[in-house]
C-alpha cells in the first residue's frame, strides 16, 4: 500500500517560537493532502485541505494564518504552527489520497512549553 | 453532501463476545463507504472497504441501503480489536479544490478479558 510519512515525530519547543511540520508521500504522487489535529481520546478533527500548487482550504474555525499550509511538491506538504501556544499541544496527523481513500502519516507530537 | 455518523463514543465488550460497531451515512449518490483502525500509537489505517466485500481480521461490513448504514461487525471480539474505529466516506472532489470529508466522530472499542 501507500507509505505516507511525517517529521518530525514528536517536538518540543517554547511559547512563541514556530514549528515546521513535514508530510511526504514516499512512493506516489498527492496533488491533495489532509492536515488533522487529534486531542488524546478524541476524533480527528480536519484543519484543511493542502493542495499542491495552490492555496489551502481552512475548515471553518481553523487560523489561516496560525497554521500555514504549504504544498510546493507532489510528494510534500508542510505545517506551520506560529507563534505556538501551549492550547496548541496536540497530535498532527496528515494523510495523502491516491485514488479514493486515504493514507495516513504516523502523527507529530507537538507539545508547546 | 455525504455525511457519516457514529452514535456510539464509546463500546466496551468482552473477549469472545460479538461486537458491532454502527455506521449510518446520507448521501446524494451511490455510497462507498471505508472503516479506518487506529491501535494505540499507531497510524490509522485502512481496516476494509464495502466496495470489495472482504473480511479483515474477522470484521465484515455490509452496505444496507434501506437503513443508510454500514455497520462493522465481528463474531468474536478478541483483546487486540481494542482500539478507536473511524467510519468514512471516500475523498470526492466537489468543486475546484474543495472536498467534502466527513469523518464519522469514531468509536473506542474496548474488549475486556
Known amino acids: 500500500g501507500a507509505v505516507v510519512s511525517q517529521h518530525p515525530s514528536w517536538v518540543i519547543c517554547k511559547s512563541g517560537t514556530s514549528v515546521k511540520i513535514e508530510c511526504r508521500s514516499l512512493d506516489f504522487q498527492a496533488t491533495t493532502m489532509f492536515w488533522y489535529r487529534q486531542f488524546p481520546k478524541q476524533s480527528l478533527m480536519l484543519m484543511a485541505t493542502?493542495?499542491?500548487?495552490?492555496?489551502?482550504?481552512?475548515e471553518q474555525g481553523v487560523e489561516k494564518d496560525k497554521f500555514l499550509i504549504n504544498h510546493a511538491s507532489l510528494t510534500l506538504s508542510t505545517l506551520t504552527v506560529t507563534s505556538a501556544h501551549p492550547e496548541d499541544s496536540s497530535f498532527y496527523i496528515c494523510s495523502a489520497t491516491p485514488h479514493n481513500e486515504q493514507f495516513f502519516g504516523p502523527g507529530t507530537r507537538l507539545t508547546v512549553l | 453532501a455525504q455525511r457519516v455518523t457514529q452514535p456510539e463514543k464509546l463500546l466496551s465488550v468482552f473477549k469472545g463476545a460479538p461486537v458491532e460497531l454502527k455506521c449510518n451515512y446520507s448521501y446524494s449518490g451511490s455510497p462507498e463507504l471505508f472503516w479506518y483502525v487506529q491501535y494505540s500509537r499507531q497510524r490509522l489505517q485502512l481496516l476494509l472497504r464495502h466496495i470489495s466485500r472482504e473480511s479483515i481480521k474477522g470484521f465484515t461490513a455490509d452496505l444496507n441501503k434501506g437503513e443508510t448504514s454500514f455497520h462493522l461487525k465481528k463474531p468474536f471480539a478478541q483483546e487486540e480489536d481494542s482500539a478507536m474505529y473511524y467510519c468514512?466516506?471516500?475523498?470526492?472532489?466537489?468543486?475546484?479544490?474543495?472536498?467534502?470529508?466527513?469523518f464519522g466522530k469514531g468509536t473506542l472499542l474496548t474488549v475486556n478479558p
Open positions: 493542502s493542495n499542491e500548487g495552490s492555496k489551502a482550504t481552512y
Open positions: 468514512a466516506p471516500p475523498v470526492i472532489k466537489s468543486g475546484g479544490s474543495n472536498y467534502k470529508l466527513t
